[in-house]
């Protein structure tokens, strides 16, 4: 039986095989350390599982408004003016089953047939697959290694063609954890303004962030680009929540409501009791969780990163946000004696066990992506046995 054209094209995530891969390793009696997750390693909090809780004990468990409940919405209106001096109204958000599903159904709404979405690489694993979904073509824009992994205005402006219809924008950045400046991202949205072009702002990691530089939502730097910008976030990265599957859309009034017809007729609205988790996440935060979650990363982070400096062939930019280290491992594989960085991946997994996401899925063919959202004790444990996979097969 024949499948859909559509269908037939697809990747398979990397991110979520390489997690599959270790799980069924340590299933079978392995001790696999496994540096795939894209998720933090805490339980969701108490107060946002109470408030779940609650709603359930509400009776809050039915149908709700396909775009989300307004009280979620209200929530969600009061962390934009707080945190990124963005002010929308409720017909300009629509809550979604997770920020991958508001990306989803965004391209489905804004694309016709070979429309095109430039896309940055290195990327996340989702969006070349999404845009060829909703017929559109991904145009891959190699970000330079030396220019911390940042397209420039030229490169964006080289890129744009007549059938140009959005560019994505993730900062911080998924999988190298590296950010825009203010002015950097003031440059690329004058080149988006002079062709009008939408920009798809990624924002799901401007929680975690561990130097002194502060998030800017492009949306935030002029009215110009606030009215050509789409703003995705969520709830799973900030709160630990990733299971949860509560992300949102922000921008164009138009295109929301697009997204909100098109919600109503494939998932009828993100889950209830999901919702409530959220609000409470929102409203009823005894301090800012995320602070602690920084914190922690940022101990990780410094510990990790001494240590995969360290290990001959493997060369890394510092990331300042999310929780994902992006070295170059090519030197490593070479000397190693195999032909790409995903063999020597595969053959890390099979001898020392321990599992990275090959860095070809994210269109970045000479990296690799380790998660850090584990605890020191195993990221020193798997630091090591990388080093000792390097060193035995020199």
């Known amino acids: 039986m024949e499948l859909a054209q559509r269908v037939q ?16 390793l340590k299933k079978q009696g392995f001790d696999v350390i496994g540096l795939g997750a894209g998720e933090p390693d805490f339980n969701t909090p108490e107060y946002i599982m109470d408030g779940a809780k609650q709603a359930m004990n509400n009776g809050l468990t039915k149908y709700t408004p396909a775009g989300g409940i307004a009280e979620l919405k209200l929530a969600i209106i009061d962390k934009f003016k707080q945190d990124n001096g963005l002010s929308y109204n409720e017909k300009q958000i629509i809550v979604t089953n997770g920020a991958k599903h508001a990306l989803y159904t965004l391209f489905q709404v804004i694309l016709n047939k070979e429309d095109e979405v430039i896309i940055p690489s290195p990327y996340w694993v989702s969006y070349p697959e999404q845009v060829k979904l909703a017929e559109g073509n991904p145009i891959i824009l190699p970000a330079a290694e030396t220019n911390d992994f940042k397209i420039t205005p030229t490169q964006l402006e080289e890129a744009i063609t007549p059938k140009t219809k959005a560019v994505i924008i993730n900062s911080p950045s998924n999988p190298t954890g590296l950010m825009y400046s203010k002015e950097e991202l003031a440059a690329l949205g004058e080149v988006c303004l002079k062709h009008n072009i939408i920009i798809v702002s990624d924002e799901i990691y401007e929680k975690l962030i561990y130097t002194s530089k502060e998030h800017v939502s492009i949306a935030s730097i002029s009215d110009e680009l606030y009215n050509q910008t789409i703003i995705i976030n969520g709830v799973s990265k900030s709160h630990a929540m990733t299971g949860w599957r509560i992300g949102y859309a922000a921008g164009n009034e138009t295109i929301i409501k697009a997204m909100t017809n098109l919600a109503s ?9 999901a919702q409530y988790g959220a609000l409470a996440a929102y409203t009823k935060d005894p301090g800012d969780i995320s602070l602690e979650y920084k914190k922690i990363f940022a101990e990780r982070l410094d510990a990790f990163y001494k240590l995969i400096q360290d290990i001959p062939g493997m060369e890394c930019i510092k990331p300042e946000g999310a929780f994902y280290l992006f070295p170059n491992a090519k ?15 595969a053959a890390l997994l099979e001898e020392e066990k321990v599992a990275l996401v090959p860095g070809s899925g994210f269109g970045s063919p000479d990296n690799v992506r380790l998660s850090y959202a584990l605890s ?3 990221l020193t444990e798997a630091a090591n046995r990388i080093h000792r996979f390097v060193l035995n097969h020199k």
């Open 9 to 24: 094209t697809l990747t398979p995530s990397s991110t979520l095989a390489i997690t599959a891969k270790a799980k069924d």
């Open 265 to 273: 007729h494939s998932t009828s609205n993100p889950t209830s009791i």
């Open 331 to 345: 030197k490593a594989a070479e000397m190693n004696g195999f032909a790409t960085v995903d063999e020597w991946v």
């Open 376 to 378: 020191i004790e195993e």
